[in-house]
Nanobody, 125 residues
Framework: QVQLVESGGGLVQAGGSLRLSCVASGRTFTMTAMAWFRQSPGKERQFVAYITWYGGSPYYADSVKGRFTISRDNDKNTLYLQVNSLKPEDTALYYC??????????????????WGQGTPVTVSS
């Protein structure tokens, strides 16, 4: 099992920035990729970005490309999401996810085995 704990969310004004973190524990050696998703009230969980754990290859949703940066620190078993130029439509609960297995990561929630509890991001206009 892998446990994931997110932090770093908060209330910011439009145009502001935050740095989200996700600390992994447990059988972290089984992880092959990690990702961020987000979910707004009444909407489905939406892919934001993923990164392969060992190669560090990132991939972003079009809606956040150029504004968000995903990164990881293997030594600290920590995933990050730097979120800049925030917009009100970025308001959501942001979830960290991890997958095991050798297949290349995807943008689908079903591809990820482990999930955190989420950290809220609220952007005021």
């Amino acid at each position: 099992q892998v446990q994931l704990v997110e932090s770093g969310g908060g209330l910011v004004q439009a145009g502001g920035s935050l740095r989200l973190s996700c600390v992994a524990s447990g059988r972290t050696f089984t992880m092959t990729a990690m990702a961020w998703f987000r979910q707004s009230p009444g909407k489905e969980r939406q892919f934001v970005a993923y990164i392969t754990w060992y190669g560090g290859s990132p991939y972003y949703a079009d809606s956040v490309k150029g504004r968000f940066t995903i990164s990881r620190d293997n030594d600290k078993n920590t995933l990050y999401l730097q979120v800049n130029s925030l917009k009100p439509e970025d308001t959501a609960l942001y979830y960290c996810a991890a997958k095991s297995g050798q297949s290349w990561p995807t943008t689908q929630t079903s591809d990820y085995n482990y999930w955190g509890q989420g950290t809220p991001v609220t952007v005021s206009s």
